[in-house]
C-alpha cells in the first residue's frame, strides 16, 4: 500500500484490524504530528455507503468537546475509504485494567462521569457511540477521559454476514438491542457504559464468556447483576448499575445526563414530569368542566376543541366530571406503572 495518502498525511505501523477495516498510526507529512488514521477494506462499502459515510463523518467532524477524541478528515481515495482522527497520548482503560491496577471506587465514578460528559454531548447531536468499549477510552497523562472510534460505519454492519462477524467478535459489551438486530440507541451506550463500570470495579467482566455464548446470557440471564456484586460496591452504586443494565431499553436512564446526575448524588434520580403533566391536565379539567371556579348557567353552551357539548342539568355535569377524572386517575396509574419507575 501507497505510504502517502492525500499528500497530507504518511501511513505507519499498523494498531489493528478487523473484519471490515484496518487502523494506521499516522503522521502529518512535514510536522511528524501523529494521528490514527482507518480504512477501508475493499468490498465492504458500495457507493451509496460510500455517500452515506461521507455525510456522518462531515457531522462527526462537527463535534468539538475535549472528552471525544476529534475527528479530522475523511474522503474516499483510491485506497479506499478512510478517515483520520486524533491520536490521544495515554493508556486506553483496557490496557490499565490489564495492568493490574485496582481502580478505586471514586475513581470509576471519575471515569464514568468524563464518559457521559463525552456522550452527552454527542448525543445531543444525535450521534451514538455504538462502540463503547475500554479499549476506546483513553486516559490522558493529566487523567482526562478521551472517546475513540466512534461507529461511523453502521450501515456496513447491516448486511447479514457482518453482522454475524460483529456479534460473534466485537459485541462484547453491546446492549440486548443490538445483539436482537435493532439499531443502538443512546440508551445503548449507557448499558455499554454500565458493563465496563462493573469490569473496573470487580476487575472481572461481568459477563465473562466471549462470543455467542456471552451474548446469549445477556440476552436471557436478568437481572444481569448478580447477588455478590452488592458485598463490592457501595448500595447506591449497586442500584445505579442496576438501572444501567436493564434488559429494556425504556427502564434505564433516559439520558447521560440523568446517569450522570445520579453518580453525582449518590442516589437515582427520580423523575416526576410525566407525573406533573397529569396532575396540570386533570387540574384543568376540573376548573373548566365542574371545578369550583365555574360560574355559567347549567345550560351554557361551551367549546371543547372542535366538538360543541351543551350541558344538561347540573347532574348531568357532575357525572361527566366523575368520569373524566375517573379517567385521569386510571392513565396516571397506567402511566406511573410502565415509565414512572
Not at 512535514?30 to 468490498?43: A, E, L, N, S
Not at 470487580?202 to 455478590?228: M, S
Not at 425504556?250 to 414530569?273: G, H, I, T
Not at 360543541?308 to 396516571?332: D, F, M
Request: charged share 25%; glycine share 8%; proline share 3%.
Amino acid at each position: 500500500m501507497e505510504h502517502i495518502l492525500k499528500s497530507r498525511y504518511k501511513i505507519g505501523e499498523k494498531i489493528s484490524e478487523n473484519p471490515f477495516s484496518v487502523t494506521y498510526r499516522g503522521f502529518f507529512i512535514g510536522t511528524d504530528k501523529p494521528v490514527v488514521i482507518k480504512i477501508y477494506k475493499r468490498g465492504t462499502l458500495n457507493s451509496s455507503l460510500i455517500r452515506s459515510m461521507k455525510i456522518r463523518v462531515r457531522d462527526f467532524s462537527l463535534i468539538s468537546h475535549n472528552g471525544i477524541a476529534k475527528l479530522l478528515d475523511g474522503d474516499y481515495g483510491w485506497q479506499g475509504f478512510y478517515y483520520v482522527r486524533e491520536f490521544v497520548e495515554g493508556q486506553s482503560l483496557r490496557e490499565v485494567m490489564q495492568s493490574g491496577v485496582k481502580i478505586e471506587i471514586e475513581k470509576v465514578c471519575v471515569i464514568a462521569d468524563q464518559v457521559l460528559a463525552a456522550l452527552e454531548a454527542a448525543h445531543t447531536k444525535g450521534i451514538v457511540h455504538a462502540a463503547l468499549k475500554p479499549s476506546n477510552i483513553f486516559i490522558d497523562h493529566q487523567g482526562l477521559v478521551k472517546l475513540t472510534d466512534f461507529v461511523i460505519e453502521s450501515e456496513v454492519k447491516e448486511s447479514m454476514p457482518q453482522k454475524v462477524l460483529e456479534i460473534i467478535e466485537n459485541a462484547k459489551y453491546a446492549s440486548p438491542e443490538e445483539l436482537e438486530g435493532r439499531s443502538a440507541s443512546p440508551v445503548s451506550d449507557l448499558f455499554s457504559l454500565g458493563l465496563i463500570m462493573y469490569e473496573m470495579i470487580a476487575r472481572k467482566p461481568l459477563v465473562a464468556e466471549a462470543g455467542v455464548v456471552g451474548n446469549i446470557q445477556k440476552l436471557k440471564a436478568f437481572p444481569l447483576l448478580p447477588k455478590e456484586a452488592f458485598s463490592i460496591m457501595p448500595h447506591y452504586l449497586s442500584e445505579v448499575l442496576q438501572k444501567a443494565l436493564q434488559k429494556d431499553p425504556l427502564l434505564r436512564f433516559a439520558s447521560a445526563s440523568e446517569f450522570r446526575e445520579s453518580l453525582e448524588r449518590k442516589n437515582l434520580v427520580q423523575r416526576y414530569s410525566g407525573r406533573e403533566e397529569f396532575v396540570e391536565i386533570f387540574q384543568n379539567v376540573v376548573t373548566e368542566y365542574g371545578g369550583e371556579e365555574i360560574d355559567r348557567e347549567s345550560e351554557a353552551l361551551q367549546d371543547v376543541g372542535r366538538v360543541r357539548i351543551r350541558w344538561g342539568k347540573e347532574k348531568h355535569r357532575n357525572w361527566i366530571l366523575a368520569v373524566v377524572v375517573g379517567a385521569s386517575v386510571v392513565l396516571g396509574i397506567l402511566y406511573a406503572f410502565f415509565f414512572g419507575r
